[in-house]
Structure formats: C-alpha cells, structure tokens
C-alpha cells in the first residue's frame, strides 16, 4: 500500500525496528551517510548499510545485498532506498525476495514501475520522502 499521509507513515515507523539501507555510502559528505549516522545514533532502529563496494560503515559491518542480509538478521522491516531512481525496480525485486515488508524511497528517488511493483507485492511504500526527516517530524 502506498503511504501518502502522515497517520500512515507514523504508523509505519513506529512498528519497524529494522532498516536495511541500500546505497549507504562511506563518503561523510554523501547524504546517504548523514541518514545512516542519524538512525544508528537514534536507537529507535537497527540500522544496516547495504553497499558491495565496503565492509562496514561508521563501525557497522555493510552488506553486499539485500540477500545477504536477510540471510543474517532476517527480513528487515523497512528497506530504504538511496540509489538512482533507475535502480530502484531491482531493489524492490530483491526487497520483495527477501520478505521486507515495506521498501522508502529517498527524496528524488522516484520509479513509477518500482513504486508499483512493491504496492502490488504488498509492501508499504514510502516514495519521495526523507526518512530521517519524516522520524524527526512525525515522533518527536
């Protein structure tokens, strides 16, 4: 199901307590990293940085893929997605293989074929929108 108001990605945030981010980046700079660094030092999730080009980010062992991953820890609640809108049909392919139950897609990330394919699988999905953003606004 598409998330589009507030009262369902409240919701949303509020069961998950895994994230699984795809495109994590080492680079400090990259924005990707300062929403991996803000999720881990929250406590409210566990947070994994899903990147086959490195072996752990800011002191968290990364992950090639989504499979990899749910190999280790399980589906992740959420499955947020920092990679190019072009990309995004594959991660979703992968999120649904491995049980996520709902895939974020990161402020520009936007894939109309993506988005569907995870609604139609049965995924909650979060499109346009910044979940470190969306955390701090909606459960503070």
């Not at 929250?42 to 989504?66: M, S």
């Not at 992740?76 to 649904?96: G, K």
């Amino acid at each position: 199901m598409i998330l589009d108001g507030d009262a369902g990605v409240r919701a949303l945030l509020e069961r998950s307590t895994t994230v699984a981010l795809v495109g994590a980046s080492p680079n400090p700079a990259r924005p990707s990293r300062g929403v991996f660094e803000a999720l881990k030092a929250g406590g409210r999730y566990t947070v994994a940085p899903i990147n086959p080009a490195v072996a752990e980010i800011g002191g968290v062992p990364a992950f090639a893929g989504l499979a990899d991953y749910a190999a280790a820890h399980g589906a992740p609640d959420i499955v947020d997605v920092f990679r190019n809108a072009a990309d995004a049909p594959q991660v979703v392919d992968e999120a649904i293989a491995v049980g996520a139950k709902a895939i974020w897609f990161q402020l520009g990330v936007v894939n109309a074929a993506a988005i569907a394919a995870a609604d139609a699988a049965g995924l909650d999905v979060v499109v346009d929108r910044c979940i470190k953003i969306e955390i701090a606004r909606l459960l503070s």
